[in-house]
């Protein structure tokens, strides 16, 4: 599975035992579960504009059958990257 090369440190920050946190701790699952590579996620959130967060949300869970706590983590890393 392709996994994402083009992330933010901050958002792919780790802790003192070297464990991701934040929402790039969603991606290795969301690639696995999705069977598509986080940059496929970026493009499809960073399309939708400047619609409101819990919109994208509620659009990826309904159109692409994501869970709620992974769609909120890949919109959460969109938003703070100012992507």
């Known amino acids: 599975m392709a996994t994402n090369t083009n992330t ?3 958002a792919n920050s780790a802790d003192v035992g070297g464990r991701v946190k934040g929402p790039a701790s969603y991606f290795p699952s ?3 579960t999705y069977g598509r ?3 496929h996620w970026f493009g499809l959130v ?3 504009g400047d619609e409101k967060h819990m ?3 509620a659009w990826l869970k309904s159109e692409h059958g994501m869970g ?3 769609g909120a983590a890949v919109v959460a890393h969109v ?3 100012g992507s």
């Open 8 to 10: 933010n440190t901050n």
């Open 30 to 32: 969301i690639e696995k």
């Open 37 to 39: 590579p986080m940059d």
């Open 46 to 48: 960073r399309d939708r």
């Open 55 to 57: 919109q994208t949300v």
């Open 68 to 70: 709620h706590g992974h």
């Open 79 to 81: 938003r703070s990257i």
